[in-house]
């Protein structure tokens, strides 16, 4: 009994030296805010340098627009961003924008028929088999995307293919967070969005 006694004290004494916790204070962590432009807005920026050609036009020159890879991984790796389709939305809205503008542009990706499915129909192909064998095209906008901390570098040139030279140039930046996920549902600006299953 003479042992204990000693002992709980010196057990009581070293709880009384360990400080107490800090009571934990809830923070909010701050959401992520949403790019304040759609990608097709953002692309209308390198529509705009894009237009500024060096030297006289061929009033009749056709345009096409090729998809953006990564400028460390071309013809390999698209850039996707947070969900698929970023370099696909890039070529779609440059192809938009120039043909609202007056260009003579060239879908080079329409097939020679229409090809019917049970729920949708496309004329459009990346099957080479499926397109015409001669592409009639002078120029074409082309491009890489680089991937920073905060956003997409996006370089674009408008090139003569038949000498190679670039007749314009742009650059503009795309904020990552600009594309949707690929959850199922997503929280925005406080309402649940719900996509596709």
């Not at 459009?124 to 002078?138: F, M, P």
Request: with cysteine.
């Amino acid at each position: 009994m003479r042992l204990l006694l000693p002992l709980v004290l010196l057990n009581l004494t070293a709880c009384n030296l360990v400080p107490p916790p800090e009571p934990s204070v809830p923070t909010d962590a701050p959401k992520a805010a949403m790019a304040p432009y759609t990608v097709n807005e953002y692309v209308a920026n390198l529509t705009s340098q894009l237009n500024h050609i060096n030297g006289a036009l061929n009033a009749n020159a056709r345009i096409g627009v090729s998809s953006f890879f990564y400028a460390d991984a071309l013809d390999t790796k698209l850039a996707a961003g947070q969900a698929s389709g970023l370099s696909l939305q890039i070529q779609e809205s440059l192809l938009t924008q120039f043909t609202q503008l007056g260009y003579h542009t060239v879908e080079y990706r329409l097939g020679n028929n229409l090809i019917l499915a049970q729920n949708a129909d496309s004329i459009l192909s990346r099957d080479l088999s499926k397109l015409r064998n001669r592409q009639n095209i002078d120029l074409v906008i082309t491009g890489t995307v680089t991937r920073q901390q905060h956003a997409y570098i996006v370089n674009a040139r408008l090139v003569n293919i038949e000498n190679k030279q670039v007749l314009s140039a742009g650059s503009t930046e795309i904020p990552i967070n600009v594309m949707w996920g690929s959850e199922k549902i997503q929280q925005r600006d406080g309402s649940l969005y719900r996509s596709e299953y």
